[in-house]
């Protein structure tokens, strides 16, 4: 099957400009997660969806981040104004219901904020 | 709420020698465990999991991990590595009920050594 594909792999913007990072989950994958990985730090999630409704959404900072999920598959995350702190890479996930597969990762975007 | 420790950061080995990589995990309901392994500019990829039954749980590549429940433990060991086991591994835990969304640790970076 076809894995999770994350688009760009890599991104250089200036602070306080915008962003937006897409995912493609496996098909079928009704469970979507973006996570957030700082270098030299475990992935920390941002958001959760489940088909097309936010599930987990708490550690999001919602006044620069937002995310969606149109029609239950693609996903976009966006970040507007970026921050030096948001340098990072971002992982997107896909799981079936409970996750008890295991969620399959994307190779990530790898985002530098100057 | 849970939360994952991984006490080591980094662990060098020498080829074909056994590791073990600690992983401790803290929560009030009962959880699932999981291994992931993260190779240079990749998504993470499951090394295996624990949901129930056996403690002893066997993955991919040679390793296996042993969940210890009155430890609150679930180190991951290999009897053997290469040097293509070079990678940082993380462990991640999730409750067995609610949005099921992974915890990780802050990851321990393997280093193989010829």
């Known amino acids: 099957e076809a894995g999770v594909a994350q688009s760009p792999r890599y991104k250089i913007i200036e602070k306080r400009q915008s962003v937006a990072f897409w995912c493609n989950p496996i098909?079928?994958?009704?469970?979507l997660y973006w996570y957030q990985q700082i270098l030299g730090q475990g992935p920390k999630l941002l958001i959760q969806f489940q088909n097309n409704g936010v599930v987990d959404d708490s550690q999001l900072p919602k006044d620069r981040f937002s995310a969606e999920r149109l029609k239950g598959v693609d996903s976009t995350l966006k970040i507007q104004p970026a921050k030096l702190e948001d340098s990072a890479v971002y992982l997107c996930a896909s799981s079936s219901v409970g996750g008890l597969g295991g969620y399959t990762f994307g190779s990530g975007t790898r985002l530098t904020v100057v | 709420a849970q939360s994952v420790t991984q006490l080591d950061s980094q662990v060098p080995v020498f080829e074909e020698a056994p590791v073990e990589l600690r992983c401790n995990y803290s929560s009030s309901v009962s959880v699932y465990l999981f291994w992931y392994v993260q190779y240079p500019n990749q998504g993470l990829q499951l090394l295996l999991k624990y949901l129930s039954g056996s403690t002893l749980v066997k993955g991919i590549n040679g390793f296996e991990a042993e969940f210890n429940k009155s430890q609150t433990s679930f180190h991951l060991r290999k009897p053997s590595v290469h040097i293509s086991d070079t990678a940082e591994y993380f462990c991640a835990v999730s409750a067995t009920s609610g949005t099921y969304k992974y915890i990780f640790g802050t990851g321990t970076r393997l280093k193989v050594l010829a």
């Open positions: 098909s079928g994958h009704a469970t």
